[in-house]
């Protein structure tokens, strides 16, 4: 069955210390990796997205991941996190056989001065 | 600019109650999706159409239906509301294309008493 791991629940980094949030997915095929951001009270906004090619993806807000297909991970990196970017973190993965998203428990992000 | 609504934004209901949450897309998708959101389980899907008349099932779809009489909207129905749909409600759209973006839409959080 389709899964997608993300293994740490809370995390919290000073401000401009660097951020590596972990996804681990499985898989039969190659999936289409998303990171997504939820502000409190907001909706999700997109942050990266994987399909093909490169195997690591810049997003916004300084964000870039890293598709590993030998250990089934995409994991986002930031390298100097600013207070704004204290919010919860959702890897999803999707597939050709279908448009809709499987989602991980979300991590969330902590930063302290 | 297109965007998607939901609405209302919150709503207090009591159980046994049949309760309808709006969606509604301009971005001319032809792919919507219901997904709830709770603590630990991050976001599961409910339910997901590809197109007009088209809807499916999703994770956990009992005690809800959805229908799809147009493009823009999807509206989500809670046959009989039990204190278990306590949640946050998120509608996404998507265009035709496993790669494509999900866009969500502000959320509703529902209390069922």
């Known amino acids: 069955a389709q899964s997608v791991t993300q293994p740490d629940i809370h995390i919290t980094v000073s401000e401009g210390a660097s951020l590596e949030l972990r996804c681990n997915y499985s898989y039969g095929a190659t999936p289409y990796l998303f990171w997504y951001v939820q502000s409190p009270g907001q909706g999700l906004q997109l942050l990266l997205k994987?399909?093909?090619?490169?195997?690591l993806v810049q997003g916004i807000k300084g964000f870039e991941a890293e598709f590993k297909r030998s250990q089934s991970s995409f994991n986002l990196r930031k390298p100097s996190v600013h207070w704004s970017d204290a919010a919860e973190y959702f890897c999803a993965v999707g597939e050709d056989s279908g448009y809709a998203l499987n989602f991980g428990k979300g991590t969330s992000l902590l930063v302290t001065p | 600019d297109a965007e998607i609504t939901q609405s209302p934004r919150h709503k207090i209901t009591e159980t046994g109650r049949q309760v309808t949450l709006a969606c509604h897309q301009t971005w001319n998708h032809n792919n919507m999706f219901w997904y709830r959101q709770d603590l630990g389980h991050g976001l599961r899907l409910i339910h997901y159409s590809y197109g007009v008349h088209d809807t499916n099932k999703g994770e956990v779809s009992d005690g809800y239906s959805v229908s799809r009489s147009n493009t823009e909207d999807l509206p989500l129905t809670l046959e009989s509301a039990a204190s278990s749909q306590t949640s946050v409600y998120f509608c996404?759209?998507?265009?035709?294309?496993?790669?494509?973006?999900?866009?969500f839409g502000p959320g509703t959080r529902l209390l069922v008493l």
């Open positions: 994987y399909f093909s090619g490169d195997t």
């Open positions: 996404a759209s998507s265009d035709s294309s496993p790669q494509e973006t999900q866009y």
